[in-house]
């Protein structure tokens, strides 16, 4: 690759068994599944979420 191209992505989530664009999402339910993956990925390592503040 040469220096100066750009490397471009674009994200999908499946919902229902079908790939949908993350960019045709509202900004709630990219938020709604952010928090979600987030949860997955922290419980995997042995997190779990607390409601409480400390």
């Known amino acids: ?3 100066n191209e750009l ?3 674009v994200n999908y989530i499946v919902i ?3 790939k949908v664009l ?3 999402l509202s900004e709630k339910e990219r ?3 952010a928090v979600r993956l987030n949860d ?3 419980k995997a390592i ?3 979420r607390s409601d409480k503040t400390a």
């Open 22 to 24: 993350m960019d045709t």
């Open 46 to 48: 042995g997190y779990i």
């Open 1 to 3: 690759m040469r220096k």
């Open 7 to 9: 490397i471009s992505f």
């Open 40 to 42: 997955k990925a922290m």
């Open 16 to 18: 229902g068994g079908e």
């Open 31 to 33: 938020e709604e599944i």
